[in-house]
């Protein structure tokens, strides 16, 4: 398996313009994250999916952010419009979906977006 | 709330033993986890611990769990330069079937030649 795989690895944009990140998680996973990274507030959890329905979207910061997951072999992250805070490495990943065990998570290697 | 916290930075001379020490306040977390971030890469795991062990080993590395005191830590043993990166604390949050982890600051480990 190519893993969680992630597109685009950088993206430059200016302020205003709708920016859209990607994740193809690794099949038969049937859980998806998307997290942030940023030097001030770490690493924290936007929003997850299982089995292509979003469970908790409680840390998506503004209604400028929205994802989608329209099949299980693919998901979106939209921020129109950017803004420079907006400047982070996102972070897709994936898990199985047993219901006990730990939960082990495949991270993608990132989309590092800067907007100017 | 859910919290995880971690020093954020941690020097040590190869050939040395490194501890990267956690907090959390989920009492209910069942795994306990830590992940390792090389530049420009994702997080990967390392290794995770489930709440009623008090000690993991694999290899070079000792996993510490004081549940009372809520406590958990990464011990490296013959620390290499390879082993400079970032590393993460991660328990499940609200218990492990929720699917979602939540993550600490990150501890960056700087090795020394």
């Known amino acids: 398996d190519a893993g969680v795989i992630q597109s685009p690895r950088h993206e430059v944009t200016e302020m205003g313009q709708e920016v859209t990140l990607r994740c193809k998680p690794i099949?038969?996973?049937?859980?998806l994250f998307w997290y942030r990274q940023t030097m001030m507030r770490g690493l924290e959890l936007l929003i997850y999916?299982?089995?292509?329905?979003?469970?908790?979207d409680s840390g998506m910061p503004e209604d400028r952010f929205s994802a989608k997951m329209p099949n299980a072999s693919f998901s979106t992250l939209k921020i129109q419009p950017s803004e420079p805070r907006d400047s982070a490495v996102y972070f897709c990943?994936?898990?199985?979906?047993?219901?006990?065990?730990?939960?082990?998570?495949?991270f993608g290697a990132g989309s590092r977006l800067t907007v100017l | 709330g859910e919290d995880v916290e971690q020093s954020l930075f941690l020097s040590v001379r190869e050939g040395d033993s490194s501890v990267i020490n956690c907090t959390y306040t989920?009492?209910?977390?069942?795994?306990l986890y830590w992940y390792k971030q090389e530049p420009g890469a994702g997080l990967q795991l390392l290794t995770y611990?489930?709440?009623?062990?008090d000690m993991k080993q694999d290899q070079r590395l000792t996993v510490l769990l004081n549940k009372k005191d809520k406590h958990l830590s990464l011990r490296i043993a013959d620390t290499q330069t390879g082993d400079s990166a970032i590393y993460f604390c991660?328990?499940?949050?609200?218990?492990?079937?929720?699917?979602?982890?939540?993550f600490g600051q990150g501890t960056t480990l700087q090795v020394k030649p």
């Open positions: 990943a994936s898990r199985p979906g047993q219901r006990s065990g730990a939960n082990v998570l495949t």
């Open positions: 099949s038969g996973h049937d859980y």
């Open positions: 999916f299982n089995n292509n329905v979003p469970i908790d």
């Open positions: 989920d009492s209910s977390s069942t795994y």
């Open positions: 611990i489930f709440s009623n062990m």
């Open positions: 991660a328990e499940s949050g609200l218990g492990s079937n929720t699917g979602k982890l939540i």
